[in-house]
């Protein structure tokens, strides 16, 4: 079934939240582990963070595109947050 585009808008918008939620959380713990694995844990969330900044930049892109590209940055935007939730579901592990 085709989604609306509002919904569709929506559905994005409330996943790249939910990520960003959980990157807050991972900070968080990654407070309480020595000091050694902090430092590669913080390299991954900055990995992550820079990925929510794309998939953030992408969002705005596809909230402005005509109907003309929405087609396209609809599929962008599938592949890029698709590859940031497949990185957080690694580094979550």
Do not use: C, P
Not at 39 to 45: M, N, P, R, S, V
Not at 48 to 56: G, K, M, P, V, Y
């Amino acid at each position: 079934m085709h989604q609306t585009r509002q919904h569709y808008t929506e559905t994005v918008k409330r996943q790249l939240d939910e990520l960003n939620s959980q990157i807050d959380s991972l900070e968080a713990k990654a407070e309480a582990v020595r000091e050694e694995a902090r430092q590669g844990y913080q390299a991954e969330l900055k990995k992550l963070r820079a990925q929510s900044h794309q998939a953030a930049t992408q969002f705005s892109a596809l909230q402005r595109a005509g109907e003309e590209s929405w087609d396209q940055m609809s599929n962008q935007m599938d592949k890029l947050r698709e590859a940031f939730r497949h990185s957080f579901d690694y580094f979550k592990v």
